[in-house]
């Protein structure tokens, strides 16, 4: 009698929060009615072969058969299904076809079946070659661990499964001496798997975070607020390593993390990874952010990417003064405007404002942006800007400028005539220019001094990550500048390295050598000068030196030929 639909249901959502259900075998040659009682025959099957003939444990023969679904499913598609025998079927397949017993463990333990490959030991195929991991697998299982979460620990610290089964049943019943249950321990063992293999130092950061956790569960009593199970323990656990992944220095965060237990409750993983990673894009230090969400965790409940703000109205609302008000302005009109609060990070950074603001905010000042708001419908509004987003509209290629707008929005252009008149001169797609922009923070220029070259010099943008880099350390490296001199000379990226920049710099520094040119140039001076101007210039250093310069090119051009 075939087993329900419902069943297959059952089986295939097991899988469908972590796995790729479109890679899945497609077994549309089992009717759709049978196809529930060949996944169930097969897996009944492939437990007593584990069992019976592989001398597996049967509780652990059937953790591996039940979930590995993918597995089992690339031997079923092998075989003609028959309502009536397709169970003696399968396990005559399995007698005569022994199968890679890692790989149905592996996808059984929750790595994801796309991945398996990549774990299994080179020329083993069954746990009688090497049964350590098997070993370590069925220790943590009988402590309490579901079987299908193993590979959250595998695939973050491998070790604790060269482990022997004493050392880690010694090292679980360890933790438990601070006074956590069975299921706490596993909790924050998935949550945190180093603590499986810590030894030497690390033992004893190891016993610093117990003391948080102590603290946190234990003595502010957060334990009474989560429900008795591995999910909701790792769930709490997972919010809690949010910000020591944030730097926060373990046997520090106890107190801090119990005074606001609630923050553990409340938020989700997402909200707690989400804020964080606003709040470091101010350019400030990780751990700094991870204080402040805990100091301040009325900042979580705060909306930080819809709201539209006006940069002149934010900086008063926070309380910039006058004179700096007016100075910052004149020095960074491209920012002002509107902008989202989703981009305030960058914009704040643009206008090389951004500690200031965190500084404020960590020091109290957070409910600021709780309660900021337009101070009317117009402010903010730059009627050219506006003209400019109706030619967009009506442009060939709407979508493509606004992209590039966004982008230029997201690194703290504001609303204004001149983010319009820069984005003429952008070429590529904004990931592209996203890309170039990120090269060069990347290479060492200071975020604001960046926007203020792509304001002055949009075409430093205009080419590829690999040019921009070649031009950066040449001029560093070979010409012995800083990157300091972009911010006078930005145009320097713009022009070419092979044909304008490394010959005319060379024959410079010939002519230096040789004691003919007695006047320091600079490098601005040596690059943008046009070659009618330059040829003029060399005939001032000596009356020969026109002659070689030409023939220097043209042998130079040959040699590329």
Known sequence: MPISNSLFTILTHRFSTTRNLSKLPNLSKIPGKYRPQAIHEAQKALTDYLHATRTLPFTYAEHIAKNSLFSVSNLIVKLEFSPTDFSKSFQRFLRYHPINEFEFFFESIGLDYSEVNDFLPANKFFFSEDGTVLNAACALSGFGFPWNMLGKLYKEEVSIFSRSSDELKAR???????????ISVIGICLAFPHVLCGEGELGGEIDALF?????????????SSIEGNVDAWYEVCRKIRVFYDLGCVKGTMGELM??????????????????????CRFGVGKEDVGLLLLQSPEILSLDLETPVVSVLGFLKHFGLDTEELMLV???????????????????????????????????GSHQLLANYVLSDPDEGLDREFRDGLDKIQYSRTPIHNMNKLNFLHGIGFGENALTMKVLAHLHGTSSELQERFDCLLRLGVKFSNLCMMVKSTPKVINQRPETIEQKVNFLCHEMGSSLEYLDIFPAFLCFDLENRIKPRYSFHMRLTEKGLCKKPYSIASIIATSEKNFVARLSGIHPDAPKKWSEYISCKKSQGS
């Open 172 to 182: 679980l019943c360890g933790f438990k001496e601070y006074g956590f249950s069975n």
């Open 211 to 223: 003391d948080d956790l102590k603290r946190v569960f234990l003595d502010f009593d957060l334990v």
């Open 258 to 279: 119990g005074r606001s237990k609630h923050v553990f409750i409340e938020y989700p993983e997402e909200v707690l990874v989400q804020k964080a990673e606003y709040f």
């Open 329 to 363: 302005s004149q020095k960074y009109p491209y920012v002002f405007g509107r902008n989202k609060m989703a981009n305030l990070p960058n914009v704040l950074r643009a206008l090389n404002l951004h500690e200031w603001f965190f500084n404020k905010i960590k020091n």
